[in-house]
């Protein structure tokens, strides 16, 4: 019985964990299997614009841009072990 409320508190704890890490604006993906292949060959509509080795500094690189007008949004998504940036193409 306690298992089940453990492990909800402990998504709700990541979730929130997630949300706070990811930035105004910004979306951050935990990739899937189809997502990841969408990662790999670039997303429909989406191009790779970079690839950096944390969280943070994909989402500081993806509100550079923003900032500078290269792009009105974008994505960080996690792909084998390191976050794309994700723009608009």
Not at 50 to 62: I, L, M, N, P, W
Request: proline letters at 2%.
């Amino acid at each position: 019985m306690h298992k089940p409320i453990r492990t909800a508190a402990t998504a709700a704890t990541g979730l929130a964990m997630a949300l706070a890490l990811t930035g105004a604006g910004a979306v951050a993906t935990v990739a899937t299997a189809s997502a990841a292949a969408a990662s790999e060959t670039g997303a429909q509509g989406w191009d790779v614009s970079g690839s950096f080795d944390t969280q943070q500094e994909c989402v500081a690189a993806g509100d550079a841009g923003v900032a500078d007008g290269s792009w009105a949004q974008y994505r960080c998504v996690l792909f084998e072990a390191r976050w794309d940036l994700m723009t608009p193409a």
